[in-house]
């Protein structure tokens, strides 16, 4: 059976957010989706009646199902698809708009990411909470054992990684400052202006060790939108696209029940594994390697979460990303500037979304005092393994 190659088959368009992010944003969920699309449609020079296809992310809290968004907003749709609100399906998200366009299933995909805050959802939407799963929650919470939140979890793969490797609370600090510094260049960050120095993060509380205040991603409101299309039709739109060049999915990992840990690093199962971070079929389908890579972009709802990425994609060898993200190395102007929009702990936790807005802006060259330097090639990477590498179009 022929296949297709999707390398650079399909592209993003356009971009566009809310008009505002922030803690509690006193609008609804249909409001904060409608203004991100109008946004990215003005971005793509597009028209409402152009966008057949729809793409939601969304679980709690979040925004509203393709339906009511196409009953509320009048739009008619060919192909839709609905994924969970959460940073290891953003890289999917992005591929499945990618086959729906290059497959002739539509013309133009609305991916679209809302986000309500626990008190912004109440308004809006019943309390829930999410459902309970056999072993706990996917970051390893077990409630019977007592991890029953996300950061207690995820910080017991953070207390193996530092004994394993002799890493030190000042060195996880320099990633929360590095993305506070980034996001202090980004009108669109809700912690623009709040400076912070390492001895800040010293001095802020501990809440899970070895996570203080700052390791922790916000909780917050807004929404984001990207418009997919194929390679062909772009070429007569607004701005110049942005390729997708490769993703992969996320890969099932029997060796590690928490996914805000490295595989291989043994928190749940066993102790060490064989693993070859640097077999990666992202890279292999977009044509480049790690040291092409001129922006790096992860899922970072705790601080760890970037050492346990790096490691995952090669960016550096096994128990060392501690030390590579020391001496300004992740910051802009650096070796490999990560999270140049703050990310989801400074500039506002949308599973992933408002980086991939980032990325493509990136590309663009739009990022003015926040601009990577001849920016080509940009990937997306949670240490869970999916990812998706944009290229300059």
């Known amino acids: 059976m022929a296949t297709l190659d999707l390398k650079n088959q399909a592209c ?96 133009y995909v609305a991916i679209m990411n809302t986000t309500l805050s626990a008190r912004g959802y109440g ?13 706990g929650g996917g970051h390893g919470e077990v409630p019977y054992h007592g991890f029953d939140t996300p950061g207690a979890a995820t910080s017991m793969a953070a207390q193996k990684y530092m004994r394993k490797y002799g890493a030190t609370s000042e060195e996880l600090g320099a990633t929360a400052v590095a993305f506070r510094k980034h996001a202090n260049l980004n009108p669109m960050a809700i912690m623009r202006d709040r400076t912070m120095t390492l001895e800040d993060y010293m001095n802020s509380r501990m809440i899970t060790p070895p996570y203080h205040l700052f390791d922790y991603c ?19 739109l607004k701005k110049r696209p942005v390729n997708i060049s490769g993703h992969q999915g996320t890969p099932g990992n029997r060796d590690n029940f928490n996914i805000f840990s490295r595989r291989g690093l043994g928190v749940a199962f066993d102790e060490e594994l064989d693993y070859k971070p640097k077999e990666r079929q992202v890279y292999q389908m977009a044509g480049v390697t790690q040291k092409d890579i001129d922006a790096f972009y992860t899922y970072d709802s705790f601080s760890t979460n970037l050492w346990m990425a790096l490691e995952t994609f090669g960016f550096c060898d096994i128990g060392e990303a501690h030390l590579f993200c020391q001496d300004g190395r992740i910051e802009l102007g650096g070796e490999l500037p990560c999270n140049t929009n703050g990310g989801l702990m400074s500039e506002g936790h949308y599973s992933g979304y408002n980086q991939m807005v980032e990325m493509v802006r990136q590309l663009r060259g739009e990022c003015g005092p926040r601009q990577v330097k001849d920016a080509e090639v940009v990937q997306w990477g949670p240490a869970w393994g999916d990812s998706v590498i944009f290229t300059k179009g």
């Open 12 to 107: 993003i368009v356009g971009v566009g957010q809310s008009e505002k992010f922030g803690f509690v944003l006193n609008k609804s969920p249909v409001t904060l989706q409608i203004e991100a699309l109008k946004a990215a449609l003005a971005d793509a020079g597009l028209q409402r009646d152009d966008i057949d296809g729809f793409q939601s992310a969304h679980g709690f809290p979040s925004g509203v199902d393709y339906d009511e968004f196409a009953v509320l907003t009048g739009c008619n749709f060919k192909w839709v698809a609905q994924f969970w609100n959460h940073g290891r399906w953003g890289a999917s998200s992005i591929a499945h708009a990618a086959m729906a366009v290059a497959f002739g299933l539509c013309n």
């Open 123 to 135: 308004r809006w939407r019943p309390r829930t909470r999410e459902s309970p799963r056999d072993l």
């Open 218 to 236: 916000l909780v917050n409101e807004g929404s984001n939108c990207l418009i997919v299309t194929t390679a062909e039709r772009a070429k007569n």
